[in-house]
């Protein structure tokens, strides 16, 4: 009987590269990667929407042993996935902003009430500078994982970092006047 070649099965060593295996890929990350995606988009909707996209198209490649480290792959799928939406919705995602930027009835200061808050001045930033405040501080990854995971420059991310915290800053400030 001829010998068939087997992929290999980088991060699960035991399970088989199928439908259960991924099944559990995305138990062990769907948490993980669905918060990433809200705090790019800041919308529980749309994250989910993202989450789901990004697990549906590392589904090949994981499958065919492509990926090495499956969180990874997933952030850079989700980050892939927010910037082409960005790309083609320019007119939903101002409508987006005009809508969270609308006060909130009712006004007693919560964690949920700061949790929003940032969401907020998160959602003034450009695009890069908000990837790189949720990769560093939110998901707390190193300024060598930040950069791996967006495609840029360590130096980069330390200067995006620098010029995204001042405007979180003012945005924050100018939202308790």
Same mark, same amino acid.
């Given at each position: 009987?001829?010998?068939?070649?087997?992929?290999?099965?980088?991060? +699960?060593?035991?399970? /088989?590269?199928?439908?259960?295996?991924?099944?559990?890929?995305?138990?062990?990350?769907?948490?993980? !990667? +669905?918060?990433?995606?809200?705090?790019?988009?800041?919308?529980?909707?749309?994250?989910?929407?993202?989450?789901?996209?990004?697990?549906?198209?590392?589904?090949?490649?994981?499958?065919?042993? &492509?990926?090495?480290?499956? &969180?990874?792959?997933? &952030?850079?799928?989700? !980050?892939?996935?927010?910037? #082409?939406?960005?790309?083609? /919705?320019?007119?939903?995602?101002?409508?987006?902003?005009?809508?969270?930027?609308?006060?909130?009835?009712?006004?007693?200061?919560?964690?949920?009430?700061?949790?929003?808050?940032?969401?907020?001045?998160?959602?003034? +930033?450009?695009?890069?500078?908000?990837?790189? !405040?949720?990769?560093?501080?939110?998901?707390?990854?190193?300024?060598?994982?930040?950069?791996?995971?967006?495609?840029?420059?360590?130096?980069?991310?330390? #200067?995006? #970092?620098?010029?995204?915290?001042?405007? +979180?800053?003012?945005?924050?400030?100018?939202?308790? /006047?």
């Amino acid at each position: 009987m001829r010998e068939v070649a087997r992929v290999p099965t980088v991060g +699960l060593p035991t399970a /088989r590269r199928d439908r259960e295996g991924y099944a559990a890929v995305f138990a062990a990350h769907r948490v993980p !990667v +669905l918060r990433f995606a809200y705090l790019l988009v800041g919308n529980q909707h749309v994250a989910e929407e993202v989450t789901a996209e990004a697990f549906a198209r590392v589904w090949p490649h994981w499958r065919a042993g &492509r990926v090495e480290d499956e &969180r990874t792959y997933l &952030r850079k799928a989700v !980050v892939n996935e927010v910037r #082409s939406r960005w790309r083609r /919705r320019a007119l939903e995602r101002r409508e987006e902003e005009r809508r969270r930027r609308d006060p909130e009835a009712g006004g007693e200061e919560s964690r949920g009430a700061e949790h929003d808050r940032i969401v907020r001045a998160l959602a003034t +930033l450009p695009e890069e500078q908000r990837a790189v !405040v949720v990769l560093r501080f939110l998901e707390d990854l190193s300024l060598n994982e930040t950069a791996a995971v967006l495609g840029l420059r360590t130096g980069t991310v330390k #200067s995006k #970092s620098a010029r995204a915290l001042e405007r +979180l800053r003012a945005a924050l400030v100018e939202e308790d /006047r």
